[in-house]
């Protein structure tokens, strides 16, 4: 619910007809990557030793294996990973940015305690050592530090991404979408517009296949949009975030961002971390794919 100021009045220029258009955009990315989708479930039963279901796709005779040697193998390469957890080191371009370097040398640390990285990076490396791929998401959270604001960083349930099909380079992804269920009171709450034009979600994200059921009668599909745009001759990130047809902020619609873009770096705040690199696309593949064969002979 971060990354969202008050909405200065102006004539809207991102109004129900492009939600719309959006919408259409997002089904047409969640049928390209529902395979990758489609696999990190899978993967995540594996994880579970729920591999009966799975391997009950593949094999005709059967028969289950009920070893844990694949679950064994990720809890290692997890531990290695843990171990190697990265410090930050910057160092100058050249002389002159000596004081900087040292400079933000101290801040990068405070930064990521405040935040508590620690914790990110290894629900990060969960994801990378089972599905292939951790994400981490980078935003401004305005809501921090009493009301200041200060960078937050978190990681990304993967199944609640949607980026275009066959980009190797997510920044190259004409939009990002990023789905979040959140209750209906909730949002009434903070954006009291959506009185009475709350309806059961539109668009529901895939999900992991969990022993607690989640009701989603209560909930509604809040949805952010990051794409890109050239102002003026420069490469903006703009930014939408909405709820069924009812846009709840958009940086074209405000003049504070309608220029210079959602963030001055012009880059979406997603960093994909893969582990086996697969062409074609931002994710990669994890150990759960590499093994599962084995694990099935074992």
Known sequence: MND??????????????????????LNRYAAGIKRT??????????????????????TEDGWRSVSGWLHNVLTSKHADMIEAFPEPNILPREVADVGEAQMLSSIIPCILE??????????????????????????????????????????????????EPSVKDIQKSRYIFHTELVDKDVLRAIYPQLEDKLKNPTFVSSKFL?????????????????????????????YIKYVGDEVLFATENDPAYAERGWYDHGLYP?????LFITEGTPTGFGYIDVGKDSQAYI
């Open 4 to 25: 969202t100021p008050e909405m200065n009045e102006t004539p809207a220029m991102i109004g129900s007809e492009q939600i719309l258009e959006l919408n259409k955009v």
């Open 37 to 58: 989708h489609n696999r990190i479930i899978s993967s995540e039963r594996w994880w579970q030793l729920r591999n009966a279901a799975e391997e009950g796709k593949e």
């Open 210 to 238: 969990q022993d607690e059921e989640q009701q989603n009668e209560d909930k509604a599909t809040v949805i952010d949009v990051y794409y890109h745009k050239t102002v003026d001759g420069v490469n903006t990130v703009q």
């Open 114 to 163: 405040q935040n508590q990285f620690e914790d990110t990076y290894n629900e990060c490396m969960w994801q990378k050592v089972k599905y292939g791929t951790g994400i981490y998401k980078i935003v401004w959270d305005a809501s921090k530090l009493g009301g200041l604001g200060d960078i937050a960083i978190e990681s990304v349930n993967p199944l609640n991404l949607y980026w």
């Open 270 to 274: 997603f960093v994909f971390d893969p």
